[in-house]
Structure formats: structure tokens, C-alpha cells
């Protein structure tokens, strides 16, 4: 099945950028939001002009705005006829050690990474039930198949934490026409960690999101991605003791 129109959020920058050059290069019609206007609008212009045959739409969203989220779904879905899918990807990646004195980093994280998530999932599936079809992805992490140690602690709680909602979500949506679909990226270079020098198995935005994008077109229940090495790389997260996980992070 062809997704046609596709909203994006997290949309002005890393993973979320990338999908949408890589879905606009496959024909699809975009519905991208962000905090930042300014890049999306020339996400937008890059992409129509290279695209002159899909529709681009932009929107501002902070998702921490809940009331927002929902306006904005529902604008988009009015502008575009109907929402397809849909890719809850807007996140945070910064956090402390859990009892180090910087709850409020850590607090942050995980209300945009959970409780956002979680809104911009209502949002989808109101609009995904009213239409009896449709196509839920979630973004999560390969830190979800375990908790982790330092600074990625309650980063690593939320991606897990909205892989759970995804499968409840799927488990609920299962006789019907709409999909869900889980994404657990491995280490992909974005500007969330452009910081980080090194890297164990890094590999490049655009292979990356190509082999993200792969998954999501075959709305695979769950994949990690790149496959190689992670599937096996999260089969061994999943089984191995703690002492020897921790080495991973």
C-alpha cells in the first residue's frame, strides 16, 4: 500500500530531515512540523523544487504544546485530505546521571520524549480511526532494549517506554485496517550527536534513514535498523547479563 501523505514530526533537522527528503524522493506529499519555521521553509523550498510533483506543508509545533498537537494533526489531515501515515519522531537526547542534581534536564526528556509521544499518538489514531486506515510509526531507540547507565538513563526509559505504547497500540488496532510500526535505530549521525567523536558501528545520516525508510515502507511490526548489525546486536541487548550490556553504552 501506498502512504501518500506523510507528517513528519521532528521534521527541521537529523533523522526526521532526512526521512523527508528520502519520502519526497519516492512521491510522497509532506506534512512537516517543528519549532523551527525557518528551516522547514527551506526544507520546503529544496524539496518542491527538486519534487515539483508533491505537496509540501509546514507547520510550527512545539510537540510540548498537547493542545498544539492536536490543532496542528487536524489542520494538516484538513489540508492535505488525509493523513497516511504518520511518523512521531520529535525528541530529546540530553540528560544526566540519574540523583547528579540535574532532574530538571532529565524531567524534560522525558515528558518531550514520553508524554509528547504520547499525544502525538492520540492525535494519529483519532485522525487513523475516523479514516479506518492509516499508518502509525514510532521512532524509538536501540538503547530501549535495556536500561542503561549515565547520561542516557531516562533517554533510554522513553524510547523503551514508547516502544511498549507502540505494541499496546498495535495490540489494540490489530483487526483493523491501521498499522503500527516500531523503529529502533542504531547509532545514526544527526545533530543530536554531533558531538560524539567516536562511536561504536556509527554510520552516516543517509544510509541510516535509507535503511529506516525501508523498514517503515514495509510496515514491519518492529525493526532495527541497520539491520546488520543490530538485529542480532538487540537480540544479545535482550538476553545478555546487565554487567555485560553496561559495556555497550
Not at 43 to 49: I, Q
Not at 172 to 198: A, C, F, H, Q, W
Amino acid at each position: 500500500m501506498t502512504r501518500k501523505n506523510i507528517l513528519i514530526t521532528g521534521a527541521s533537522s537529523g533523522l526526521g530531515e532526512e526521512m523527508a527528503r528520502q519520502f519526497a524522493a519516492l512521491g510522497r506529499n509532506l506534512a512537516l512540523a517543528a519549532r523551527r519555521t525557518d528551516r522547514l521553509d527551506e526544507l520546503k523550498a529544496e524539496l518542491t523544487s527538486t519534487y515539483p510533483g508533491i505537496t509540501v506543508a509546514v507547520k510550527a509545533l512545539d510537540v510540548n504544546d498537547h493542545d498544539a498537537v492536536f490543532r496542528v494533526f487536524g489542520e494538516f489531515r484538513e489540508e492535505l485530505g488525509s493523513l497516511d501515515r504518520v511518523v512521531v519522531n520529535a525528541g530529546l537526547g540530553k540528560g544526566q546521571p540519574i540523583g547528579t542534581g540535574y532532574f530538571h534536564a532529565n524531567k524534560q526528556t522525558a515528558e518531550t520524549n514520553f508524554v509528547s509521544a504520547l499525544a502525538q499518538c492520540e492525535a494519529a489514531v483519532e485522525a487513523f480511526r475516523a479514516q479506518q486506515d492509516g499508518h502509525l510509526v514510532v521512532i524509538s531507540s536501540m538503547s530501549a532494549m535495556r536500561g542503561m547507565r549515565g547520561n542516557i538513563t531516562t533517554y533510554a526509559a522513553t524510547k523503551a517506554g514508547i516502544a511498549t505504547l507502540a505494541e499496546g497500540i498495535r495490540s489494540d488496532l490489530m483487526r483493523t485496517r491501521i498499522k503500527v510500526s516500531t523503529i529502533y535505530p542504531g547509532y545514526i549521525r544527526s545533530e543530536m550527536n554531533e558531538r560524539v567523536e567516536k562511536a561504536p558501528l556509527m554510520v552516516d545520516t543517509i544510509p541510516g534513514v535509507r535503511s529506516m525508510v525501508k523498514a517503515i515502507e514495509r510496515e514491519v511490526a518492529e525493526a532495527c535498523t541497520p539491520s546488520w548489525p543490530w538485529t542480532p546486536l538487540g537480540f544479545a541487548m535482550r538476553t545478555l547479563p546487565l554487567k555485560l550490556v553496561r559495556k555497550l553504552a
